[in-house]
């Protein structure tokens, strides 16, 4: 059996009778569900070996900011993918983008159920993180496929070390937030690697730090909005 994260890089049979109009009208509607409704995981949220202690209201305020950040990834991982399966002219490599943000789903529907736990509200400003996220995957998407692996290399890389750093920020107490951050730190890893055996190539450093640069902007300012 192939695990789920080399799943997003295996070849898809590409269906000629789907039209750029098509795909067009597709990403639509996945922008509007990744921004306004509840999304559906296609696997059972994770779940701690035991409930922990209450969560004191200054731990819930803190574990809802981080979960918040963490569902904001998510809706930029949609966007990002799904604006790359848009510009490839590679048909298996669309599949398989279009593969993987079907299967970051999963984060986005227990993030956001998490954040519906702690009393938390989603960013006020998701509109705006998709629009942005989509323009760099239209960048990534024209770029050839090996950048635009390592761009999917890259992402995945400080994704996972956010997450560490959100593990170790998340209240001791709080296991239910760290079931789903741990899961899916796992998941990223794992994609990271099966993008970098697919010949991604890493950016080069200019972009790699431009790139975190957005991403310290966009999870400061979540935190809070």
Request: net charge positive; hydrophobic share 45%; glycine share 8%.
């Amino acid at each position: 059996m192939v695990p789920r994260h080399e799943a997003i890089l295996r070849p898809m049979r590409h269906d000629p009778s789907i039209t750029s109009i098509d795909r067009a009208l597709g990403l639509v509607d996945r922008a509007l569900r990744s921004l306004t409704s509840s999304p559906k995981a296609a696997r059972p949220k994770p779940v701690a070996a035991s409930p922990g202690a209450p969560l004191s209201v200054e731990a819930r305020r803190l574990s809802g900011a981080l979960m918040r950040v963490n569902h904001v990834g998510e809706v930029c991982a949609q966007a990002l993918y799904n604006a790359q399966a848009l510009t490839t002219p590679n048909p298996e490599l669309r599949g398989q983008l279009e593969r993987a943000a079907a299967e970051e789903t999963d984060h986005l529907a227990w993030t956001a159920e998490r954040l519906n736990e702690l009393g938390a509200r989603p960013s006020l400003l998701n509109p705006l993180w998709y629009a942005g996220a989509f323009g760099l995957g239209l960048v990534a998407g024209r770029s050839g496929d090996a950048a635009g692996l390592g761009f999917v290399v890259e992402t995945e890389r400080q994704v996972e070390r956010h997450l560490d750093k959100h593990l170790e920020r998340l209240p001791a107490e709080d296991l239910a937030s760290r079931a789903i951050v741990r899961q899916m730190r796992d998941d990223e890893a794992g994609h990271a690697l099966a993008a970098e055996r697919a010949g991604g190539v890493r950016p080069p450093w200019p972009i790699r730090l431009a790139m975190r640069i957005a991403a310290r902007a966009m999870t400061t300012t979540a935190h809070f909005l």
